[in-house]
């Protein structure tokens, strides 16, 4: 997963204590501890020194280490570390910083272990330098910026372009029939394909993608499609393409980390967008502008999944930290939250009613609730699978849900008792995309091994399939010689 944050190497000036420790123990003489402290000391009392004081050596420690937990949007104990004010402000316990005494802050104390728990949670400790570097800054007046000070900019980020030495292949990363059922859109990494639904041939390629393809929605005329991915760790990308000549009308950019999911709302105009992403939030988008209408700040961890109700009137988003939340499309608010799941949430779907949420994920579990204006009732669940469950579905007239899972399996199954009525546990690789056709006749299949099958949802056989979607990129082949062999039968 996307663990390391894009600004993690910009960020080094305390190895400044180290380096000095370093050189004492390359010449032979002994280093007491105090002087480290000390070289701490003079670089945080804020000297004419590059990488000095709250914005050269504090801010830039914070940065790395604490935003995931006190950042704006998750404000964990109430506490944000995004700039000195927010830091001095402190949280629910009160001020994490008392001037002049570091061995009386909270923050010291529970960066040292002395106050459970120790910080960063669930991670490393700080180095010592880093600590010290902190306390030698709070013992010296926790002095901030000062005026007209701003941070250093981050360095341009440089990615070298790596070219395959054997053959790689492209993963399916989502897969959406249009309305009418003519088209599949399958995302794969950096373009999406465009395939006639019937006969598997290869229509279009829309390239230009940042990444991996995670999530594909048409709008509910079909001139559109809306592609979403992004560069993990750095932004969120949703490209909106017009179906009929495959031209880029606009590229969305808004998140500081990729995109799992986008959803299309069935509205009068059907011109909002939803994406949820690694970043823990939820964004609302005008299509036509392009501009972002909101976000939706309640979740603590990445977001994997959205939908909208089936009116359009309700957001649902589902969480790697284990949670269901519903939303107001309108207002914003967040109306409920489900709790039920005890692991992270990997797919979220609504029943064609719009009266019951369907989620599962990591606890291997499907979990069904009874939705109300005010709240969800828990109506059944089930442990249904030998690993992480992957991708939901309702059937059209949400008699069946389909299930995929990482045990390599495809499950058709009763939406009321969750039982299985036919198991496809023969699939060659992970089904990490499915979608049924509008008149739910067919489900679309999209692996990790780059191959599309299409199956009757009535016989429950493979009547396309499987296809190639995505030749591997091979050294010395152009992208337009790779897409002559899309299509062809594996």
């Not at 529970?110 to 459970?116: S, W």
């Not at 976000?295 to 959205?306: P, R, Y």
Request: contains cysteine; hydrophobic residues 40%; aromatic residues 6%.
């Amino acid at each position: 997963m996307n663990d390391l944050s894009a600004n993690e190497m910009r960020w080094r000036t305390p190895a400044v204590v180290g380096f000095l420790l370093a050189v004492a123990l390359a010449a032979g003489s002994p280093t007491h501890p105090s002087r480290v402290a000390a070289a701490a000391r003079s670089q945080a009392l804020g000297s004419s020194n590059e990488g000095s004081g709250f914005t050269g050596q504090i801010a830039p420690i914070l940065l790395k280490n604490c935003m995931a937990c006190h950042a704006s949007a998750t404000k964990m104990g109430g506490l944000v570390m995004e700039n000195y004010a927010f830091l001095m402000k402190g949280g629910a316990h009160g001020p994490v910083i008392v001037p002049g005494k570091s061995g009386e802050s909270r923050m010291v104390l529970m960066l040292e272990g002395k106050v459970q728990p120790r910080m960063p949670f669930g991670g490393d400790p700080l180095p010592a330098a880093d600590i010290a570097a902190i306390k030698a800054w709070i013992d010296a007046g926790a002095k901030g910026p000062a005026p007209g000070e701003a941070a250093a900019p981050a360095p341009a980020l440089t990615i070298p372009d790596i070219k395959p030495q054997v053959p790689v292949v492209s993963p399916v990363g989502s897969i959406a029939y249009s309305p009418d059922g003519k088209l599949l859109a399958v995302g794969g990494y950096k373009e999406v394909r465009l395939m006639d639904a019937a006969s598997g041939k290869a229509l279009a390629t829309l390239s230009g993608h940042a990444d991996l393809v995670r999530s594909v929605a048409f709008s509910h005329d079909g001139k559109w499609l809306a592609a979403a991915g992004g560069l993990p760790a750095r932004s969120g990308e949703i490209k909106i393409w017009d179906v009929e000549s495959h031209q880029l009308l606009r590229t969305i950019e808004g998140h500081k980390d990729c995109i799992y999911s986008v959803s299309v709302a069935a509205s009068p105009e059907g011109k909002i967008v939803a994406s949820g992403s690694y970043d823990k939030l939820i964004k609302l988008w005008d299509v036509e502008t392009g501009k972002e209408l909101r976000t939706l700040k309640d979740h603590i961890d990445a977001v994997f999944a959205v939908a909208f109700s089936p009116d359009g009137k309700r957001l649902a988003s589902g969480s790697q930290d284990r949670t269901v939340k519903v939303w107001d499309v309108a207002s914003g608010q967040r109306l409920f939250t489900l709790s039920d799941a005890l692991d992270g949430l990997t797919t979220i779907t609504y029943h064609p009613s719009g009266k019951q949420l369907a989620a599962a994920g990591y606890d291997k579990t499907i979990r069904v609730w009874d939705l109300t204006d005010k709240g969800g009732t828990l109506a059944n669940s089930m442990i249904s699978d030998e690993d992480i469950i992957l991708q939901l579905a309702y059937a059209r007239d949400g008699n069946v849900l389909v299930s995929t899972s990482a045990d390599r399996s495809i499950r058709f199954r009763d939406a009321v008792s969750l039982n299985p009525i036919k198991d496809l546990d023969d699939q060659p690789d992970w089904v990490e995309a499915i979608s049924v056709s509008p008149d739910g006749k067919w489900l679309a299949a999209g692996r990790y091994n780059g191959t599309v099958s299409i199956y009757d949802c009535a016989t429950y056989r493979q009547v396309l399939g499987p296809l190639v979607a995505f030749e591997p990129y091979k050294p010395g082949v152009t992208t337009a010689e790779r897409g002559t062999a899309v299509g062809s039968r594996q």
